[in-house]
């Protein structure tokens, strides 16, 4: 069986459906499919069911990319502003919870059934439990073979995100077809995922697991000031998701456990007015006290803070304000929520996300080299990016 279409989208996630949607609005005769059989399946599990939609503080600044322009043009003609107002006209409850993260009241299927509202009211079709498979370049467009038939388009639309989260069905399809149509690639990698460690390194994180800090973590340029968690394989919470990012083989992470307080200046303070104090005790006040009876154990033991000279009390903030670890690895694809790196922005126009060499070929969402934040970025790069291509396919 063989059909027709204008638009074909390959992807029925966030990107996807917001795509189709406006392109079905411009008049446009609008095919949508995916090989799950449900739509909006990350939308559906994100924000623990809530779905963190988007994010008030949404800047290009906290978008990780080859190229840190390239967010800029999609991200300014449709912005989170423009995304709120269609969730409250559809009068969907929503709240901030923290650092501009918004989340629905109620349930992350609010979104997707904006979504395939939308697109239903564009007059687009959307096929489920339909596998992509090979393209083919054509005078009027281009030719898909798909596990329910040949669908022949004039544009179409890779937006079958990264490989994250693969028990969902996620691959490198995006990536196949930009290589075959010429497009460079970036190599994908897991991001907003925990930190792994191994052997030595690890016991003392793991004799932690379930301890949590607010704590700044810096890698690669980047510094965040978020919750850190210790796990029984590593480090994980925001401020390790947002680092990981940004982290590469071989690169340390520097650590603030104590957010900011200068344990040295704390500690002298404490030793002009306790001097009895032990030192376990002390950095209790500054940190939970599992994590500061660790560091008692690995500096100078319970010694009274009158024993301890200046250059002691350093040693002990340093394990403090400056933790300076490698990592191993990561948790990787398994639990990664979303993948850095992807399609090469050098081959795609920011404006409408089409490919340079491929006229008629778009790709938009996480399949592209554009990363986001954790708190709702990444969501409003779908909207934003598949907004921009649905004004041109």
Same mark, same amino acid.
């Not at 005769?29 to 799950?36: A, R």
């Given at each position: 069986?063989?059909?027709?279409?204008?638009? /074909?989208?390959?992807?029925? %996630? *966030?990107?996807?459906?917001?795509?189709?949607?406006?392109? &079905? #609005?411009?008049?446009?005769?609008?095919?949508?499919?995916?090989?799950?059989? =449900?739509?909006?399946?990350?939308?559906?599990?994100?924000?623990?069911?809530?779905?963190?939609?988007?994010?008030?503080?949404?800047?290009?600044?906290?978008?990780?990319?080859?190229?840190?322009?390239?967010?800029?043009?999609?991200?300014?003609?449709?912005?989170?502003?423009?995304?709120?107002?269609?969730?409250? $006209?559809?009068?969907?409850?929503?709240?901030?919870?923290? /650092?501009?993260?918004?989340?629905?009241?109620?349930?992350?299927?609010?979104?997707?059934?904006?979504? @395939?509202?939308?697109?239903?009211? =564009?007059?687009?079709?959307?096929?489920?439990?339909?596998?992509?498979?090979?393209?083919?370049?054509?005078?009027?467009?281009?030719?898909?073979?798909? !596990?329910?038939?040949?669908?022949?388009?004039?544009?179409?639309?890779? +937006?079958?995100?990264?490989?994250?989260?693969?028990?969902?069905?996620?691959?490198?399809?995006?990536?196949?077809?930009?290589?075959?149509?010429?497009?460079?690639?970036?190599?994908?990698?897991?991001?907003?995922?925990?930190?792994?460690?191994?052997?030595?390194?690890?016991?003392?994180?793991?004799?932690?697991?379930?301890?949590?800090?607010?704590? !700044?973590? +810096?890698?690669?340029?980047?510094?965040?000031?978020?919750?850190?968690?210790?796990?029984?394989?590593?480090?994980? &919470?925001?401020?390790?998701?947002? *680092?990981?990012?940004?982290?590469?083989?071989?690169?340390?992470? /520097?650590?603030? /456990?104590?957010?900011?307080?200068?344990?040295?200046?704390?500690?002298?303070?404490?030793?002009? $007015? #306790?001097?009895?104090?032990?030192?376990?005790?002390? @950095?209790?006040?500054?940190?939970?006290?599992?994590?500061?009876?660790?560091?008692?154990?690995?500096?100078?033991?319970? +010694?009274?803070?009158?024993?301890?000279?200046?250059?002691?009390?350093?040693?002990?903030?340093?394990?403090?304000?400056?933790?300076?670890?490698?990592?191993? &690895?990561?948790?990787?694809?398994?639990? +990664?929520?979303?993948? $850095?790196?992807?399609?090469?922005?050098?081959?795609?126009?920011?404006?409408?996300?089409? =490919?340079?060499? *491929?006229?008629?070929?778009?790709?938009? &969402?996480?399949?592209?080299?554009?990363?986001?934040?954790?708190?709702?970025?990444?969501?409003?790069?779908?909207? !934003?990016? %598949?907004? *921009?291509?649905?004004?041109?396919?």
């Amino acid at each position: 069986m063989t059909t027709t279409t204008d638009v /074909l989208v390959i992807g029925a %996630g *966030a990107a996807g459906l917001m795509c189709a949607a406006e392109a &079905g #609005r411009r008049g446009r005769k609008v095919c949508v499919i995916d090989h799950n059989d =449900a739509p909006g399946e990350k939308i559906r599990i994100s924000g623990g069911g809530r779905c963190n939609f988007t994010n008030l503080n949404t800047t290009p600044d906290a978008f990780l990319s080859n190229n840190p322009r390239f967010p800029i043009s999609a991200l300014k003609r449709f912005s989170q502003h423009d995304f709120i107002a269609r969730v409250s $006209a559809r009068n969907i409850a929503f709240h901030e919870k923290t /650092l501009g993260q918004l989340f629905c009241d109620g349930s992350a299927k609010q979104i997707i059934a904006l979504l @395939l509202d939308d697109l239903r009211n =564009a007059g687009g079709e959307l096929r489920l439990g339909v596998e992509p498979g090979p393209i083919e370049r054509e005078a009027e467009g281009f030719r898909v073979e798909t !596990s329910g038939g040949v669908i022949r388009c004039a544009s179409l639309v890779i +937006a079958t995100g990264g490989k994250s989260i693969p028990k969902m069905g996620a691959s490198g399809y995006a990536y196949d077809v930009a290589r075959a149509f010429g497009l460079e690639v970036v190599t994908p990698r897991p991001a907003l995922v925990p930190f792994t460690f191994d052997g030595p390194k690890l016991a003392p994180i793991a004799d932690l697991s379930g301890v949590s800090v607010q704590a !700044s973590v +810096a890698c690669g340029g980047a510094r965040f000031v978020e919750g850190l968690l210790f796990t029984h394989r590593g480090l994980s &919470g925001p401020a390790a998701l947002q *680092a990981s990012s940004y982290w590469s083989e071989g690169d340390d992470l /520097l650590i603030d /456990l104590a957010h900011g307080r200068d344990a040295y200046e704390a500690l002298r303070a404490e030793r002009t $007015a #306790r001097p009895k104090l032990t030192l376990g005790v002390a @950095l209790s006040h500054l940190l939970p006290k599992r994590l500061a009876g660790q560091i008692v154990h690995q500096t100078h033991g319970e +010694a009274r803070l009158a024993d301890l000279s200046d250059v002691k009390l350093k040693e002990v903030a340093a394990a403090v304000n400056a933790w300076r670890v490698t990592p191993d &690895g990561t948790e990787g694809w398994r639990t +990664a929520e979303v993948t $850095a790196g992807g399609v090469d922005t050098e081959g795609l126009s920011s404006q409408t996300m089409e =490919a340079k060499q *491929a006229p008629g070929l778009y790709f938009i &969402g996480e399949c592209v080299d554009v990363t986001g934040w954790l708190g709702g970025y990444n969501f409003q790069w779908a909207w !934003s990016s %598949g907004w *921009a291509a649905g004004q041109a396919a």
